[in-house]
T-cell receptor, first 111, second 112 residues
Framework: GENVEQHPSTLSVQEGDSAVIKCTYSDSASNYFPWYKQELGKRPQLIIDIRSNVGEKKDQRIAVTLNKTAKHFSLHITETQPEDSAVYFCAASPGNNRLAFGKGNQVVVIP | DTEVTQTPKHLVMGMTNKKSLKCEQHMGHRAMYWYKQKAKKPPELMFVYSYEKLSINESVPSRFSPECPNSSLLNLHLHALQPEDSALYLC???????????FGPGTRLTVL
């Protein structure tokens, strides 16, 4: 099955700086890559996703890039704010209702 | 309605109790999921229902029994649980097999 690795496990950034989280996947059949943000005690919330026919997608301060050849995708957060502090999970799906999640990344934005 | 709802929010049960978790969505999604999440870990898939039929069971112990009464509702029946089953149980739904999964707020389960 699909295996997703996520690095780094913890990331601290100064407010206003950029944060980048990288994920790699193993199954070349995977064609859907969502990113979830989970604040403490809350549900995972979909913040952005990308499909395999697109190399980059942007939504305000958040962007995701996908490199199918290298089998990796990244989340970019610009102009970080304290409310960006959360755990971020990447995931990959080969289209069988399964989402393979990475282990998560704790992002801490320091005011 | 663009949300997945779950009840109860919190549940404490003994190892001999029988309880049920409920999930509801009115987005017309045809796939519904149960996940288990431990602290500081990603969600782990338990069950998937597609068009009201169980399509995936990730080798979950029989003390967890899912049910999908109709396209909007999903239940998880619990019986003879163990303390290690204490976790956040998340329900999710999606339009199809390669589509966004939207999560409910979860039920925080504690087994004593």
């Amino acid at each position: 099955g699909e295996n997703v690795e996520q690095h780094p496990s913890t990331l601290s950034v100064q407010e206003g700086d950029s944060a980048v989280i990288k994920c790699t996947y193993s199954d070349s059949a995977s064609n859907y890559f969502p990113w979830y943000k989970q604040e403490l005690g809350k549900r995972p919330q979909l913040i952005i996703d990308i499909r395999s026919n697109v190399g980059e997608k942007k939504d305000q301060r958040i962007a995701v890039t996908l490199n199918k050849t290298a089998k990796h995708f990244s989340l970019h957060i610009t102009e970080t704010q304290p409310e960006d502090s959360a755990v971020y999970f990447c995931a990959a799906s080969p289209g069988n209702n399964r989402l393979a999640f990475g282990k998560g990344n704790q992002v801490v934005v320091i005011p | 309605d663009t949300e997945v709802t779950q009840t109860p929010k919190h549940l404490v049960m003994g190892m001999t109790n029988k309880k049920s978790l409920k999930c509801e969505q009115h987005m017309g999604h045809r796939a519904m999921y149960w996940y288990k999440q431990k602290a500081k870990k990603p969600p782990e898939l338990m069950f998937v229902y597609s068009y009201e039929k169980l399509s995936i069971n990730e080798s979950v112990p029989s003390r967890f029994s899912p049910e999908c009464p109709n396209s909007s509702l999903l239940n998880l029946h619990l019986h003879a649980l163990q303390p290690e089953d204490s976790a956040l149980y998340l329900c999710a739904s999606s339009q199809g097999m390669v589509a966004e999964q939207f999560f409910g707020p979860g039920t925080r389960l504690t087994v004593l």
